[in-house]
């Protein structure tokens, strides 16, 4: 299954973007779906998670901030971010996990986006 993520930018602090990830493949299920962020020198952080009941989790950074949602029609997970702030830049990952079809089985896949830049100027 593969992850095309896009929405990254350059936007000055106070300002919104909004992510989008597309998944593609043979998916015959998507359970949890994800953002996550990592700056040069730091290991990757979750940012939000959503379920496939669509409940949410936040990093207590980003909470009243960031909105996660799903479109399940389309295999697509957003990240609507507000208030940016310059500590949000980062190269933000998309992350999707499921089962795709296999022939006459089925196999779990966790997959990864290829990671989008957002830049925030003070």
Known sequence: VQLQAS???LV???GSLRLSC???GSIFRIDDMGWYR???GKQRELVALISSGDNTNYADSVKGRFTISRANSKNTVYLQMNSLKPDD???YY???QGFEERLTTYKSFNSWGQG???TVSS
């Open 7 to 9: 929405g990254g930018g």
């Open 12 to 14: 000055q602090a106070g």
């Open 22 to 24: 597309v998944a593609s």
């Open 38 to 40: 990592q700056t040069p």
């Open 89 to 91: 830049t980062a190269v």
């Open 94 to 96: 998309c992350n999707v």
């Open 116 to 118: 989008t830049q957002v």
